[in-house]
């Protein structure tokens, strides 16, 4: 016999455990089913030993993410500053140097150009409606283009062209002419700015959890105790009359309503009976994930901090293109933070393990020195060859998925309803978005429910 709750929710990130949380709290009986063997979804702590750990998927948050910023203070999950004391380092174009602030000592001509480039971005954004963004000025325009179009069309020289590429990289964990503009356009003005997204004090890198982004995950799953069943993977979804069945390998469920928390790559795997609309069909074939490995290498201090730096890094070279000081709010152990991103990773993703570290410690020796070469641990993960995850940070939207199928991301389908961080309108993308869709969508499920 099939278990039972008013609401089935599929997945156990912050999405789905905000919406179990808010339907729970207005009195309805509900079931999270998560395919991992844990609770977080693309958030994770790898312990590294004496109480520390190290965050290996999302584990930022920066001004106006209350969503986040409430729920982890509800939750007694503490902030503290990301390091940003002292110089940090570009090497670029066969150079190293180090600068003060945001803007890198290079040529005044190269930074003339991205300035007005961005400018021009920031300006466009502003006009960008987050919540049908298909229906901003010249839509259809924007969202023909790549992104890598519109930089090579409004820029006159090629460093700037590769700056403003290391910064979609940083952001989107993904080329350029992978984005359509009009996607660039949304999410640079779901999350404030395109400033906004790539700062560090003042942006979307600004705090860091004690004890991890994850606790917040694990301390809300604990709150909701039972109801949550792991290792439960959600493979058919069937809608008969006002009974939803969910098959899973650890049997089956019905509700009355259900929330997909999947991203929508993830959520078009599952077999839906009746078939869903050609429109939200076609729009999960268009939706990959971004590629990132995210690269913890651990050293007995933060050396480069005796250096005057502030062990953030970025540099159009082989290896990682963008690095943080990621050392525990103690400052011991030393820990630089390398991403690698977008084409980066997809090379090395294909190399073996030793490749890929030598990579990215000769990265790490181009911006610090001969020292970062002689690391105590490496340790990785390859967002990639996440079964449930299927990449990260988020999804990406080509050209014109967003003016042809973007109606399809949030709008539900029967009792069938869309929430993650890529249904989000603000902050999409974001631990902050995932947060945000997870209320909404409870929300919409409690308007339904008699």
Known sequence: MAEGADVLVVGAGLAGLTAARDLVAAGRSVLVLEARDRVGGRIVN???GDG???????????????????????????????????KNVLHFNGKRGTYSGAIPRISPLVLADVGQ??????????????????TAPNAGRLDAQTFETWIRHHTATKSARTLLTLGAEAVFAAEPGDLSMLHVLFYSRSGDSFQRLIDTTGGAQQDRFVGGSALIAERLGTLLGD???LDAPVSRIAVAGDKVTATTTAGQFECRQIIVTAPPLL??????????????????????MGSVIKCQVIYDEPFWRA????????????GSRVVFDNSPRDGSPGILLAFLEGDEARRLGREPLEVRRGAVLDSLVRYFGPRAA??????????????????????????????RYGHALREPVGPIHWAGTETASRWCGYM???VRSGGRTAAEVLARLP
């Not at 021009?120 to 960008?128: G, N, T």
């Not at 959520?267 to 999960?284: F, K, M, N, S, V």
């Open 374 to 403: 002689q690391p105590e641990r490496y340790l990785e993960r390859d967002w990639q060859q996440e079964k449930w995850s299927g990449g990260c940070y988020g999804t990406l939207f080509g050209p014109n998925v967003w003016t």
């Open 46 to 48: 790898e312990d590294i």
């Open 307 to 318: 250096d005057g730096l502030s062990g953030q890094a970025t540099g159009d070279g082989e």
């Open 117 to 134: 480039a961005q400018a021009r971005l920031e300006a466009l954004a502003r006009k960008i409606p987050t919540d049908a963004p298909w």
């Open 432 to 434: 902050d978005g995932a």
């Open 227 to 229: 109801i949550i069943r």
């Open 52 to 86: 520390k750990i190290v965050e290996m998927g999302g584990q930022w948050a920066g001004p106006t993410q209350d969503r986040l910023l409430a729920l982890a203070a509800d939750l007694d999950v503490a902030t503290f500053p990301t390091y940003d004391t002292g």
């Open 267 to 288: 959520a078009g795997r599952i077999d839906y009976e009746p078939a869903l609309p050609h429109w939200r069909e076609q729009l999960t074939q268009r939706t990959p």
